[in-house]
């Protein structure tokens, strides 16, 4: 049973577009939420991360959405670029459980 | 260079054979992670340990095995491996984060075939 559930599994949006994918989760015992990128051929690497005090958190171009009632959070990239083409994955982790556990993960294509 | 190295960068094995994967880090994280990435399935964990000599199973451990006598390295052996084993493995280990709370640094990762 897939305790993070993402979507969508793939994404084309156009070079200056939002990028946006979802995640939902039903554990109400997880704290925090990071997202994770993945460029072919590599490891994931930390993007971002909130925990559910706030409702969104902004970095540059990449911003995620919180909505703890709905047990829902999002991920937006402004102004997409084709360096953005890769896969993400959001993931959630409970207080003091010291693991991850992952959504199935998001291929974002961006075309110029 | 600092970082988390995997060996074998691939590897193609036959069903029922014995095979170890190797994940060495060059700093002294306490945690540290296999995880398995397969299309429609996401990233899911094998195993994990928390310091050298202790481990714990993760959400798909079956078929697996770790030790982890030495804070630095953390091998996943498959005992005998199966084709449903054909995927691409990822060690990782964890580090406290000030801006970010906590965060993963994540190997290259092990292409495994299993025929």
């Known amino acids: 049973q897939q305790q993070v559930k993402q979507s969508p599994q793939s994404l084309i949006v156009q070079k200056g577009g939002i990028s946006i994918i979802n995640c939902a989760y039903e554990n109400t015992a997880f704290d925090y939420f990071p997202w994770y990128q993945q460029f072919p051929g590599k490891g994931p690497a930390l993007l971002i991360a909130?925990?559910?005090?706030?409702s969104e958190k902004k970095e540059g171009r990449f911003t995620i959405s919180f909505n703890k009632s709905a047990k829902q959070f999002s991920l937006h990239i402004m102004d997409s670029q084709p360096g953005d083409s890769a896969t993400y994955f959001c993931?959630?982790?409970?207080?003091?459980?010291?693991?991850?556990?992952f959504g199935q993960g998001t291929r974002l294509t961006i075309n110029p | 260079d600092a970082g988390i190295t995997q060996s074998p960068r691939y590897k193609i094995t036959e069903t029922g054979r014995q095979v170890t994967l190797m994940c060495h880090q060059t700093w002294s994280h306490s945690y540290m992670f296999w995880y398995r990435q397969d299309l429609g399935h996401g990233l899911r964990l094998i195993y994990y340990s928390a310091a050298a000599d202790i481990t714990d199973k993760g959400e798909v451990p079956d078929g697996y095995v770790v030790s982890r006598s030495k804070t630095e390295n953390f091998p996943l052996t498959l005992e005998s491996a199966t084709r449903s084993q054909t995927s691409v493995y990822f060690c990782a280990s964890k580090r406290k984060d000030r801006r970010v709370g906590e965060k993963l640094f994540f190997g290259s990762g092990t292409q495994l075939s299993v025929l």
């Open positions: 993931a959630a982790e409970g207080r003091g459980a010291q693991k991850l556990v």
């Open positions: 909130i925990r559910p005090d706030v």
